[in-house]
Protein backbone atom coordinates (compact mmCIF):
# COMPACT_ATOMS: atom_id res chain seq x y z
CA UNK A 1 0.00 0.00 0.00
CA UNK A 2 2.77 2.58 0.67
CA UNK A 3 4.75 1.72 -2.42
CA UNK A 4 1.54 2.06 -4.15
CA UNK A 5 0.54 5.47 -2.77
CA UNK A 6 4.15 7.25 -3.40
CA UNK A 7 3.79 5.66 -6.80
CA UNK A 8 0.40 7.80 -7.35
CA UNK A 9 1.95 10.61 -5.32
CA UNK A 10 5.29 10.72 -7.88
CA UNK A 11 2.11 10.22 -10.85
CA UNK A 12 0.29 13.22 -9.18
CA UNK A 13 3.32 15.52 -9.00
CA UNK A 14 4.23 15.01 -12.44
CA UNK A 15 0.99 15.94 -13.88
CA UNK A 16 0.77 19.08 -11.48
CA UNK A 17 3.82 20.90 -12.71
CA UNK A 18 2.95 22.78 -15.97
CA UNK A 19 5.63 24.21 -17.86
CA UNK A 20 4.71 26.94 -16.63
CA UNK A 21 5.48 26.93 -13.20
CA UNK A 22 9.00 25.05 -14.28
CA UNK A 23 10.13 28.25 -15.61
CA UNK A 24 8.82 30.15 -12.83
CA UNK A 25 10.82 27.88 -10.44
CA UNK A 26 14.01 28.06 -12.20
CA UNK A 27 13.84 32.13 -13.11
CA UNK A 28 14.06 31.74 -9.04
CA UNK A 29 16.46 29.70 -8.56
CA UNK A 30 18.69 31.53 -11.39
CA UNK A 31 17.90 34.74 -10.20
CA UNK A 32 18.46 33.95 -6.37
CA UNK A 33 21.55 32.24 -7.50
CA UNK A 34 23.36 35.08 -9.39
CA UNK A 35 22.28 37.82 -6.05
CA UNK A 36 24.30 35.25 -3.70
CA UNK A 37 27.13 35.47 -5.92
CA UNK A 38 27.06 39.60 -6.07
CA UNK A 39 26.57 39.42 -2.49
CA UNK A 40 29.85 38.07 -2.21
CA UNK A 41 31.22 40.13 -4.69
CA UNK A 42 33.59 42.53 -3.50
CA UNK A 43 34.26 45.05 -6.48
CA UNK A 44 37.05 46.51 -5.10
CA UNK A 45 39.73 43.54 -4.93
CA UNK A 46 41.71 43.05 -7.90
CA UNK A 47 42.16 39.88 -10.11
CA UNK A 48 44.88 37.38 -8.66
CA UNK A 49 47.08 34.12 -10.19
CA UNK A 50 45.55 32.49 -13.42
CA UNK A 51 43.13 35.20 -13.30
CA UNK A 52 45.27 37.94 -14.51
CA UNK A 53 46.66 35.52 -17.22
CA UNK A 54 43.50 35.31 -18.72
CA UNK A 55 42.64 39.33 -18.14
CA UNK A 56 45.93 40.16 -19.91
CA UNK A 57 45.68 37.76 -23.28
CA UNK A 58 42.38 38.96 -23.47
CA UNK A 59 43.45 43.28 -22.91
CA UNK A 60 45.88 42.00 -25.67
CA UNK A 61 43.68 40.64 -28.39
CA UNK A 62 40.96 43.92 -27.17
CA UNK A 63 44.19 46.33 -27.78
CA UNK A 64 46.06 44.32 -30.68
CA UNK A 65 42.35 42.67 -32.43
CA UNK A 66 44.35 39.60 -32.94
CA UNK A 67 45.49 36.71 -30.87
CA UNK A 68 48.74 37.54 -29.01
CA UNK A 69 51.70 36.39 -31.44
CA UNK A 70 54.50 36.26 -29.24
CA UNK A 71 53.14 34.26 -26.85
CA UNK A 72 50.19 32.15 -25.60
CA UNK A 73 48.58 30.37 -22.61
CA UNK A 74 48.16 26.75 -22.08
CA UNK A 75 44.44 27.14 -22.32
CA UNK A 76 43.16 30.56 -24.34
CA UNK A 77 39.59 29.92 -24.40
CA UNK A 78 38.36 32.03 -21.54
CA UNK A 79 40.86 34.90 -22.66
CA UNK A 80 38.78 34.58 -26.24
CA UNK A 81 35.73 34.97 -24.66
CA UNK A 82 36.88 37.82 -22.50
CA UNK A 83 38.06 39.57 -25.43
CA UNK A 84 34.79 40.26 -27.19
CA UNK A 85 32.96 42.18 -24.45
CA UNK A 86 36.40 44.11 -23.36
CA UNK A 87 36.51 44.85 -27.09
CA UNK A 88 32.56 46.59 -26.79
CA UNK A 89 33.24 47.32 -23.58
CA UNK A 90 35.18 51.44 -22.73
CA UNK A 91 36.02 52.58 -19.14
CA UNK A 92 38.54 54.14 -18.30
CA UNK A 93 39.40 52.25 -14.86
CA UNK A 94 41.14 48.86 -15.46
CA UNK A 95 39.57 47.66 -12.22
CA UNK A 96 36.13 48.08 -14.69
CA UNK A 97 37.51 45.37 -16.58
CA UNK A 98 38.64 43.25 -13.88
CA UNK A 99 35.24 43.21 -12.63
CA UNK A 100 33.39 42.80 -15.57
CA UNK A 101 35.68 39.53 -16.17
CA UNK A 102 34.14 38.54 -12.71
CA UNK A 103 31.01 39.29 -13.32
CA UNK A 104 30.80 36.84 -16.62
CA UNK A 105 32.39 34.15 -14.82
CA UNK A 106 29.46 34.83 -12.29
CA UNK A 107 26.47 34.94 -14.98
CA UNK A 108 27.88 31.88 -16.61
CA UNK A 109 28.01 30.01 -13.69
CA UNK A 110 24.35 30.81 -12.73
CA UNK A 111 22.87 30.37 -16.42
CA UNK A 112 24.41 26.79 -15.62
CA UNK A 113 21.58 26.11 -13.31
CA UNK A 114 19.53 26.42 -17.20
CA UNK A 115 21.24 23.17 -18.67
CA UNK A 116 21.74 21.31 -15.72
CA UNK A 117 17.63 21.00 -15.50
CA UNK A 118 17.55 19.64 -18.93
CA UNK A 119 19.84 17.32 -18.50
CA UNK A 120 18.96 16.23 -14.83
CA UNK A 121 15.52 15.30 -17.07
CA UNK A 122 17.17 13.30 -19.03
CA UNK A 123 17.32 10.82 -15.89
CA UNK A 124 14.64 12.16 -13.69
CA UNK A 125 11.17 14.00 -13.45
CA UNK A 126 10.99 17.67 -13.56
CA UNK A 127 10.82 17.83 -9.93
CA UNK A 128 13.67 15.87 -9.31
CA UNK A 129 15.47 17.93 -12.41
CA UNK A 130 14.91 21.26 -10.04
CA UNK A 131 16.55 19.84 -7.45
CA UNK A 132 19.46 19.43 -10.25
CA UNK A 133 19.39 22.63 -10.79
CA UNK A 134 19.10 24.36 -6.96
CA UNK A 135 22.05 22.47 -6.15
CA UNK A 136 24.60 23.75 -8.95
CA UNK A 137 22.98 27.01 -8.33
CA UNK A 138 24.02 26.98 -4.77
CA UNK A 139 26.73 24.53 -4.36
CA UNK A 140 29.17 26.95 -2.29
CA UNK A 141 32.61 25.60 -3.57
CA UNK A 142 30.83 26.67 -7.34
CA UNK A 143 29.75 29.82 -5.57
CA UNK A 144 32.96 30.60 -4.42
CA UNK A 145 34.72 29.61 -7.72
CA UNK A 146 32.75 32.04 -9.81
CA UNK A 147 33.80 34.88 -7.73
CA UNK A 148 37.51 34.02 -8.93
CA UNK A 149 36.86 35.46 -12.81
CA UNK A 150 39.04 32.45 -13.91
CA UNK A 151 37.97 29.84 -16.41
CA UNK A 152 35.94 27.21 -14.38
CA UNK A 153 32.50 28.50 -14.95
CA UNK A 154 32.61 28.45 -18.53
CA UNK A 155 34.15 25.29 -18.53
CA UNK A 156 31.60 23.80 -16.33
CA UNK A 157 28.99 25.10 -18.32
CA UNK A 158 30.16 23.57 -21.50
CA UNK A 159 30.39 20.11 -19.77
CA UNK A 160 26.80 20.06 -19.33
CA UNK A 161 25.63 21.28 -22.43
CA UNK A 162 27.92 18.60 -24.43
CA UNK A 163 26.25 15.57 -22.04
CA UNK A 164 23.11 17.44 -22.92
CA UNK A 165 23.89 17.27 -26.39
CA UNK A 166 25.44 13.57 -26.46
CA UNK A 167 22.23 12.35 -24.65
CA UNK A 168 20.13 13.44 -27.64
CA UNK A 169 17.96 10.61 -29.69
CA UNK A 170 18.62 12.92 -32.50
CA UNK A 171 21.99 11.99 -34.18
CA UNK A 172 22.55 15.17 -35.98
CA UNK A 173 21.56 17.20 -32.84
CA UNK A 174 24.31 14.73 -31.22
CA UNK A 175 27.07 15.43 -33.17
CA UNK A 176 26.98 19.05 -31.36
CA UNK A 177 28.02 17.64 -28.23
CA UNK A 178 31.64 17.24 -29.94
CA UNK A 179 31.69 20.16 -31.22
CA UNK A 180 30.96 21.18 -27.79
CA UNK A 181 33.80 19.36 -26.21
CA UNK A 182 36.45 20.87 -28.72
CA UNK A 183 35.60 24.28 -27.16
CA UNK A 184 35.91 22.44 -23.42
CA UNK A 185 39.10 20.90 -24.84
CA UNK A 186 40.32 25.43 -25.76
CA UNK A 187 38.97 26.40 -22.16
CA UNK A 188 40.80 23.28 -19.95
CA UNK A 189 42.81 20.78 -21.56
CA UNK A 190 40.89 18.27 -19.44
CA UNK A 191 38.28 18.11 -22.10
CA UNK A 192 39.72 15.36 -23.63
CA UNK A 193 39.01 13.07 -20.95
CA UNK A 194 35.32 14.04 -22.04
CA UNK A 195 35.92 13.38 -25.81
CA UNK A 196 37.42 9.98 -24.82
CA UNK A 197 34.31 8.67 -22.60
CA UNK A 198 32.62 9.91 -25.35
CA UNK A 199 33.62 7.75 -27.82
CA UNK A 200 34.50 4.99 -26.61
CA UNK A 201 30.07 4.61 -25.64
CA UNK A 202 29.73 4.95 -29.43
CA UNK A 203 31.87 1.54 -29.90
CA UNK A 204 30.27 0.15 -26.84
CA UNK A 205 26.14 1.19 -28.23
CA UNK A 206 24.85 -2.03 -29.92
CA UNK A 207 23.77 -1.37 -33.40
CA UNK A 208 26.00 -1.96 -36.73
CA UNK A 209 29.17 -2.03 -36.97
CA UNK A 210 29.21 0.03 -39.80
CA UNK A 211 27.29 2.87 -38.44
CA UNK A 212 29.26 2.99 -35.24
CA UNK A 213 32.56 3.46 -37.06
CA UNK A 214 31.04 6.30 -39.48
CA UNK A 215 29.27 7.94 -36.07
CA UNK A 216 32.97 8.06 -34.65
CA UNK A 217 34.56 9.43 -37.87
CA UNK A 218 31.96 12.10 -38.04
CA UNK A 219 32.33 12.99 -34.20
CA UNK A 220 36.05 13.03 -34.60
CA UNK A 221 35.66 15.30 -37.18
CA UNK A 222 33.49 17.92 -35.92
CA UNK A 223 35.82 18.15 -32.49
CA UNK A 224 39.47 18.38 -35.16
CA UNK A 225 37.43 21.57 -36.52
CA UNK A 226 36.84 23.19 -33.68
CA UNK A 227 39.81 22.21 -31.55
CA UNK A 228 42.80 21.97 -34.20
CA UNK A 229 43.08 26.02 -35.42
CA UNK A 230 43.95 26.78 -32.22
CA UNK A 231 45.93 23.81 -31.44
CA UNK A 232 48.25 24.62 -34.82
CA UNK A 233 47.80 28.33 -33.95
CA UNK A 234 49.61 27.36 -30.20
CA UNK A 235 52.21 24.75 -31.68
CA UNK A 236 53.53 27.39 -34.30
CA UNK A 237 53.90 30.09 -31.44
CA UNK A 238 55.84 28.54 -28.95
CA UNK A 239 55.54 24.66 -29.48
CA UNK A 240 53.08 24.20 -26.89
CA UNK A 241 51.27 21.31 -27.13
CA UNK A 242 47.28 21.42 -25.72
CA UNK A 243 45.16 18.06 -24.84
CA UNK A 244 46.68 15.68 -26.32
CA UNK A 245 50.60 16.47 -26.54
CA UNK A 246 50.25 17.35 -22.74
CA UNK A 247 48.93 14.17 -21.73
CA UNK A 248 52.10 12.30 -23.62
CA UNK A 249 54.53 14.57 -22.11
CA UNK A 250 52.52 13.85 -18.49
CA UNK A 251 52.91 10.16 -19.01
CA UNK A 252 56.38 10.41 -20.52
CA UNK A 253 57.38 12.58 -16.86
CA UNK A 254 55.61 10.10 -14.83
CA UNK A 255 56.79 6.66 -15.89
CA UNK A 256 60.13 7.34 -16.42
CA UNK A 257 63.29 7.87 -14.11
CA UNK A 258 63.00 11.24 -13.97
CA UNK A 259 64.01 12.37 -10.76
CA UNK A 260 66.46 14.51 -11.58
CA UNK A 261 63.34 16.83 -13.21
CA UNK A 262 61.62 16.69 -9.49
CA UNK A 263 58.93 14.31 -11.01
CA UNK A 264 57.13 12.05 -8.82
CA UNK A 265 57.53 8.88 -10.81
CA UNK A 266 56.56 4.96 -10.91
CA UNK A 267 54.80 3.67 -7.71
CA UNK A 268 55.54 6.59 -5.59
CA UNK A 269 53.45 8.57 -7.86
CA UNK A 270 50.39 5.94 -7.76
CA UNK A 271 50.44 6.38 -3.55
CA UNK A 272 50.93 10.29 -3.58
CA UNK A 273 47.74 9.74 -5.90
CA UNK A 274 46.21 7.43 -3.81
CA UNK A 275 46.72 9.05 -0.71
CA UNK A 276 45.84 12.36 -1.78
CA UNK A 277 42.56 11.88 -4.02
CA UNK A 278 40.30 10.96 -1.29
CA UNK A 279 41.34 13.13 0.92
CA UNK A 280 40.32 15.98 -1.35
CA UNK A 281 37.40 14.55 -2.44
CA UNK A 282 35.73 14.28 0.92
CA UNK A 283 36.61 18.29 0.99
CA UNK A 284 34.76 18.48 -1.86
CA UNK A 285 31.75 16.51 -1.39
CA UNK A 286 30.96 19.26 2.20
CA UNK A 287 28.53 20.15 2.84
CA UNK A 288 26.10 19.43 -0.35
CA UNK A 289 26.93 16.00 -2.01
CA UNK A 290 28.39 14.24 1.89
CA UNK A 291 24.66 13.11 2.34
CA UNK A 292 23.64 11.99 -1.31
CA UNK A 293 27.02 10.81 -3.46
CA UNK A 294 27.84 7.69 -1.40
CA UNK A 295 24.53 5.94 -1.52
CA UNK A 296 24.32 7.77 -5.44
CA UNK A 297 27.16 5.82 -6.55
CA UNK A 298 25.28 2.68 -5.26
CA UNK A 299 22.51 2.74 -6.91
CA UNK A 300 24.13 3.62 -10.11
CA UNK A 301 24.67 -0.16 -10.20
CA UNK A 302 21.00 -0.68 -9.78
CA UNK A 303 19.68 1.52 -12.60
CA UNK A 304 22.60 0.09 -15.68
CA UNK A 305 21.12 1.62 -18.74
CA UNK A 306 23.41 3.26 -21.65
CA UNK A 307 23.09 6.78 -19.90
CA UNK A 308 23.90 5.71 -16.65
CA UNK A 309 26.93 3.70 -18.14
CA UNK A 310 28.06 6.62 -19.79
CA UNK A 311 27.59 8.72 -16.70
CA UNK A 312 30.36 6.00 -15.10
CA UNK A 313 32.56 5.67 -17.79
CA UNK A 314 32.84 9.47 -18.11
CA UNK A 315 33.84 9.90 -13.98
CA UNK A 316 36.39 7.43 -14.77
CA UNK A 317 38.30 9.21 -17.19
CA UNK A 318 37.37 12.68 -15.52
CA UNK A 319 38.95 11.39 -12.60
CA UNK A 320 41.93 11.25 -14.43
CA UNK A 321 43.04 14.67 -13.93
CA UNK A 322 41.90 15.13 -10.25
CA UNK A 323 44.06 12.05 -9.56
CA UNK A 324 47.11 13.14 -11.42
CA UNK A 325 46.76 16.67 -9.85
CA UNK A 326 46.62 15.09 -6.19
CA UNK A 327 49.66 12.65 -6.92
CA UNK A 328 51.59 15.39 -7.86
CA UNK A 329 50.56 17.10 -4.70
CA UNK A 330 48.98 20.06 -5.87
CA UNK A 331 46.44 21.86 -3.32
CA UNK A 332 43.87 23.25 -5.08
CA UNK A 333 40.24 21.20 -4.39
CA UNK A 334 38.62 22.70 -7.91
CA UNK A 335 40.30 20.01 -9.65
CA UNK A 336 36.78 18.42 -8.76
CA UNK A 337 34.23 21.21 -9.46
CA UNK A 338 34.54 19.87 -13.21
CA UNK A 339 32.74 16.57 -11.94
CA UNK A 340 30.15 18.70 -10.22
CA UNK A 341 27.58 17.74 -12.85
CA UNK A 342 27.88 13.63 -12.72
CA UNK A 343 28.32 14.24 -8.53
CA UNK A 344 24.60 16.24 -8.74
CA UNK A 345 22.88 13.27 -11.13
CA UNK A 346 24.07 10.36 -8.69
CA UNK A 347 22.57 12.44 -5.82
CA UNK A 348 19.43 13.11 -7.68
CA UNK A 349 19.33 9.23 -7.53
CA UNK A 350 19.24 9.06 -3.71
CA UNK A 351 17.06 11.47 -3.31
CA UNK A 352 14.56 10.10 -5.88
CA UNK A 353 14.95 6.59 -3.35
CA UNK A 354 14.51 8.50 -0.83
CA UNK A 355 11.51 10.01 -2.22
CA UNK A 356 9.83 6.82 -3.51
CA UNK A 357 10.17 5.32 0.29
CA UNK A 358 8.42 8.45 2.08
CA UNK A 359 6.22 11.11 1.72
CA UNK A 360 8.03 12.87 -1.08
CA UNK A 361 6.66 16.83 -0.61
CA UNK A 362 8.15 16.78 3.10
CA UNK A 363 11.14 15.32 1.53
CA UNK A 364 11.43 18.29 -0.96
CA UNK A 365 11.41 21.05 1.79
CA UNK A 366 14.17 19.33 4.00
CA UNK A 367 16.33 18.69 0.70
CA UNK A 368 15.19 22.32 -0.46
CA UNK A 369 16.27 23.66 3.10
CA UNK A 370 19.22 21.67 3.46
CA UNK A 371 20.57 22.98 0.51
CA UNK A 372 20.29 26.53 1.02
CA UNK A 373 21.11 26.80 4.30
CA UNK A 374 24.14 24.67 4.31
CA UNK A 375 24.94 26.48 1.43
CA UNK A 376 24.62 30.10 3.08
CA UNK A 377 26.99 28.79 5.97
CA UNK A 378 29.46 27.30 4.44
CA UNK A 379 30.04 30.53 2.12
CA UNK A 380 29.55 32.52 4.75
CA UNK A 381 32.49 31.05 6.45
CA UNK A 382 34.61 30.35 3.58
CA UNK A 383 34.29 33.43 1.73
CA UNK A 384 36.11 36.34 3.28
CA UNK A 385 34.53 39.40 1.94
CA UNK A 386 36.52 42.18 3.92
CA UNK A 387 39.56 42.05 1.63
CA UNK A 388 40.32 46.19 1.77
CA UNK A 389 42.62 45.82 4.42
CA UNK A 390 45.10 43.39 2.47
CA UNK A 391 44.78 45.59 -0.15
CA UNK A 392 45.66 49.02 1.73
CA UNK A 393 48.49 46.81 3.42
CA UNK A 394 49.95 45.55 0.00
CA UNK A 395 49.98 49.30 -0.71
CA UNK A 396 51.68 49.92 2.55
CA UNK A 397 54.01 47.33 1.19
CA UNK A 398 54.63 48.24 -2.46
CA UNK A 399 55.65 51.74 -1.39
CA UNK A 400 59.51 51.20 -1.64
CA UNK A 401 61.39 48.16 -3.20
CA UNK A 402 61.72 44.87 -1.10
CA UNK A 403 62.32 41.23 -0.58
CA UNK A 404 60.36 39.08 1.30
CA UNK A 405 58.76 36.17 2.68
CA UNK A 406 55.89 34.64 0.53
CA UNK A 407 52.68 35.53 2.71
CA UNK A 408 48.62 35.03 2.52
CA UNK A 409 48.28 38.76 1.34
CA UNK A 410 51.02 38.46 -1.04
CA UNK A 411 48.93 37.80 -4.34
CA UNK A 412 47.53 40.82 -4.20
CA UNK A 413 51.09 43.07 -4.52
CA UNK A 414 51.82 42.12 -8.41
CA UNK A 415 48.65 44.49 -8.99
CA UNK A 416 50.14 47.44 -7.34
CA UNK A 417 52.38 47.80 -9.85
CA UNK A 418 49.86 47.37 -12.82
CA UNK A 419 48.31 51.33 -14.22
CA UNK A 420 45.22 52.31 -12.97
CA UNK A 421 44.22 54.08 -15.95
CA UNK A 422 43.21 52.47 -19.65
CA UNK A 423 45.82 55.05 -21.65
CA UNK A 424 49.16 54.49 -19.35
CA UNK A 425 47.50 50.43 -19.45
CA UNK A 426 47.50 50.55 -23.18
CA UNK A 427 51.04 51.78 -23.83
CA UNK A 428 52.38 48.45 -21.70
CA UNK A 429 50.75 46.60 -25.04
CA UNK A 430 51.87 49.38 -27.38
CA UNK A 431 55.81 47.38 -27.15
CA UNK A 432 56.18 44.12 -29.15
CA UNK A 433 57.16 40.80 -26.31
CA UNK A 434 60.38 39.74 -27.61
CA UNK A 435 60.97 37.44 -25.72
CA UNK A 436 57.52 35.02 -25.75
CA UNK A 437 56.27 36.69 -22.27
CA UNK A 438 52.80 38.36 -21.51
CA UNK A 439 52.88 41.67 -20.96
CA UNK A 440 52.21 40.78 -17.24
CA UNK A 441 55.72 39.21 -17.04
CA UNK A 442 57.51 42.24 -17.97
CA UNK A 443 56.23 44.59 -15.94
CA UNK A 444 58.25 45.45 -13.65
CA UNK A 445 57.65 44.44 -9.81
CA UNK A 446 58.94 46.45 -7.03
CA UNK A 447 58.70 43.55 -4.85
CA UNK A 448 60.08 39.91 -5.17
CA UNK A 449 58.61 37.27 -3.06
CA UNK A 450 60.96 34.29 -1.84
CA UNK A 451 58.98 31.09 -1.04
CA UNK A 452 59.33 29.55 2.50
CA UNK A 453 58.31 26.20 1.46
CA UNK A 454 61.70 24.57 1.92
CA UNK A 455 62.53 26.17 5.10
CA UNK A 456 61.71 24.77 8.66
CA UNK A 457 62.52 28.19 10.49
CA UNK A 458 63.23 31.51 9.87
CA UNK A 459 66.76 31.65 10.45
CA UNK A 460 67.98 28.63 7.94
CA UNK A 461 65.20 31.18 5.60
CA UNK A 462 67.38 34.39 6.26
CA UNK A 463 70.44 32.81 6.31
CA UNK A 464 69.61 31.06 2.93
CA UNK A 465 68.69 34.10 1.24
CA UNK A 466 70.89 36.89 2.49
CA UNK A 467 72.10 38.36 -0.16
CA UNK A 468 68.39 39.17 -1.33
CA UNK A 469 65.93 39.42 1.60
CA UNK A 470 65.11 42.65 3.46
CA UNK A 471 61.99 42.26 5.36
CA UNK A 472 60.05 39.73 6.82
CA UNK A 473 55.84 39.93 6.98
CA UNK A 474 53.91 37.90 9.46
CA UNK A 475 50.20 37.60 9.87
CA UNK A 476 48.65 36.17 12.49
CA UNK A 477 48.27 32.59 11.45
CA UNK A 478 48.82 29.58 14.25
CA UNK A 479 49.65 27.73 11.10
CA UNK A 480 52.04 29.57 9.56
CA UNK A 481 55.84 28.75 10.23
CA UNK A 482 56.75 32.64 11.04
CA UNK A 483 53.62 32.91 13.84
CA UNK A 484 56.02 32.53 16.68
CA UNK A 485 57.87 35.84 15.69
CA UNK A 486 53.76 37.44 15.03
CA UNK A 487 53.56 36.46 19.26
CA UNK A 488 56.97 36.38 20.55
CA UNK A 489 58.54 39.91 18.37
CA UNK A 490 61.03 40.56 21.02
CA UNK A 491 62.98 37.34 21.27
CA UNK A 492 63.74 38.37 17.41
CA UNK A 493 65.81 41.54 18.38
CA UNK A 494 67.36 41.26 14.78
CA UNK A 495 63.80 42.16 13.11
CA UNK A 496 62.96 45.75 13.24
CA UNK A 497 59.24 46.13 13.01
CA UNK A 498 58.15 48.76 10.53
CA UNK A 499 54.54 48.44 10.56
CA UNK A 500 51.67 47.15 12.84
CA UNK A 501 48.34 46.64 11.71
CA UNK A 502 46.75 46.52 14.92
CA UNK A 503 47.87 49.96 16.13
CA UNK A 504 45.45 50.96 13.06
CA UNK A 505 42.50 48.43 14.38
CA UNK A 506 42.73 46.96 11.20
CA UNK A 507 41.00 43.28 11.63
CA UNK A 508 43.54 42.22 9.84
CA UNK A 509 46.64 41.23 11.70
CA UNK A 510 50.25 41.96 9.97
CA UNK A 511 53.18 43.32 10.73
CA UNK A 512 56.25 44.47 9.05
CA UNK A 513 60.23 43.40 9.86
CA UNK A 514 62.87 45.18 7.93
CA UNK A 515 65.57 42.63 8.58
CA UNK A 516 69.05 44.08 10.59
CA UNK A 517 71.57 41.60 9.16
CA UNK A 518 74.25 43.14 11.42
CA UNK A 519 72.37 42.15 14.48
Keep these: MSKKFNEQDNNLMKKVIPTKVILFFLCIIVIASFITRIYFLNFEIPLTHDALNYFFYAFDIK ?18 FLSIFFSYFESQNIIDYMNLQKIFSILISTLTVLPMYLLCKKFFNKSYSLLGALIIGFEPHLIQNSLLGISDSLYIFLIVISFLFYFNENHRIKYISFMIIGLCTIVRGEGIFILFPFLLMIILKPGRIKKRILDIIISGLIFSIVFLPIAFFQFEINESGMAFGRVVNTIEAHTIDSKNEGNITGIDFIFSGIENFPKYLGWNLVPTFLPFLPIGLVLMFKNWNYKIKTIFVS ?27 IFIILSILTIEKIGNKFNKKIIFIVIICFIIISSGIYSGIKIDNNLEEQIFISEIISKTPKIINDYGGSKYLEPQNFPKNLTEFKKLFELESTNNESIRNQI ?16 DFIFSNKDDLTHIIVENDQESKLHDIFINEKKYSYLEKEFDSSLENYEYEVKIFRINFEK
Design 444 to 459: PQKISIISMSDHQNIE
Design 63 to 80: INNQLPINYSLANPGWGI
Design 315 to 341: LIFMSLPPFYAYAISIQDGRYFFFLYP
